[in-house]
Antibody
Framework: EVQLLESGGGLVQPGGSLRLSCAASGFTVSCCAMSWVRQAPGKGLEWVSTFGTSGGDTYYADSVKGRFTISRDSSKNTLYLQMNSLRPEDTAVYYC????????WGQGTTVTVSS | DIVMTQSPDSLAVSLGERATINCKSSQSLLHSSNNKNHLAWYQQKPGQPPKLLIYWASTRGSGVPDRFSGSGSGTDFSLTISSLQAEDVAVYYCQQYYYTRTFGQGTKVEVK
């Protein structure tokens, strides 16, 4: 069964850092486009970043460009999102998802940026 | 950036009646490489991740009931629920995947 399991969320102060992980099972992360999508409390879905299938191409929303970095480790079959210089507006549930468009989603991990 | 705009923001429909949600993109989503519209629809219920309903504007996802249908091309698209069931109460999002991704703001569907 194809599954995604996010971890790494938590409470962090403004300006701090977190690294989110997304462990994949039932497929290899290198097979497909893999993305992070977030949802602020009571708000809609916001695409954050995608790791593509062509030569390690990566894409970022303007709101996180220069602060977030997406990566993957095929040996661990895991997708990552390194988040630096966090702001209160980054508070959200962060989902990882597989494919283009996103056909499989994890349950999400919650990130709260607050002092 | 491609902007996606849904209408209405919310919709109340009687059980068994038709519900239609519209989605407009700021540029055409019809890609010349495959002559397909790079438009998807998702359903999200409270406390759950989104579920892919429709892709390529009109292809139903795996296990999606046939009461859900997608239509449209270019910049104007629609999602129709032909006969609303209680389990269809959710927020629905359109998404373009022509270049990176953009979601519409969501449409909340409730029972009247």
């Amino acid at each position: 069964e194809v599954q995604l399991l996010e971890s790494g969320g938590g409470l962090v102060q403004p300006g701090g850092s977190l690294r989110l992980s997304c462990a994949a099972s039932g497929f290899t992360v290198s097979c497909c486009a893999m993305s992070w999508v977030r949802q602020a409390p009571g708000k809609g879905l916001e695409w954050v970043s995608t790791f593509g299938t062509s030569g390690g191409d990566t894409y970022y929303a303007d709101s996180v460009k220069g602060r977030f970095t997406i990566s993957r480790d095929s040996s661990k079959n895991t997708l990552y999102l390194q988040m630096n210089s966090l702001r209160p507006e980054d508070t959200a549930v962060y989902y990882c998802a597989k494919d283009r468009p996103e056909s499989v989603w994890g349950q999400g991990t919650t990130v709260t940026v607050s002092s | 950036d491609i902007v996606m705009t849904q209408s209405p923001d919310s919709l109340a429909v009687s059980l068994g009646e038709r519900a239609t949600i519209n989605c407009k993109s700021s540029q055409s989503l019809l890609h010349s490489s495959n002559n397909k519209n790079h438009l998807a629809w998702y359903q999200q219920k409270p406390g759950q991740p989104p579920k892919l309903l429709i892709y390529w504007a009109s292809t139903r996802g795996s296990g999606v009931p046939d009461r859900f249908s997608g239509s449209g091309s270019g910049t104007d698209f629609s999602l129709t629920i032909s006969s609303l069931q209680a389990e269809d109460v959710a927020v629905y999002y359109c998404q373009q995947y022509y270049y990176t991704r953009t979601f519409g703001q969501g449409t909340k569907v409730e029972v009247k």
